[in-house]
């Protein structure tokens, strides 16, 4: 949301995004364990939230809402959310 100068209501919908996503992938794959399954998925997203804290600093990250979703996707991704598959 940092490169597109958006509003409100684009950085509730990354937020919405970032949850739905994370929980998708988390149901979808209940046989890989929580470490494995955020580097599999979330280490490109951790990456450019990095990248995005060294080049415009901590307060900027996180007032384009990019910390809190990264924050919120990793955390989901690592929880052992029970599946209808298993």
Known sequence: TLDTNANLNSRAGAFVIAVV???LINQNTPL???LKRVLT???GLILYG???II???LPTSW???LLPCVIVFVFLLNL???SSQT
């Open 21 to 23: 996503v994370a929980i």
């Open 63 to 65: 007032v384009t809402n």
């Open 50 to 52: 990095v990248s995005l």
């Open 80 to 82: 052992k959310i029970k």
């Open 41 to 43: 998925y979330g280490s």
């Open 32 to 34: 890989l364990g929580g």
């Open 55 to 57: 080049m415009h600093g």
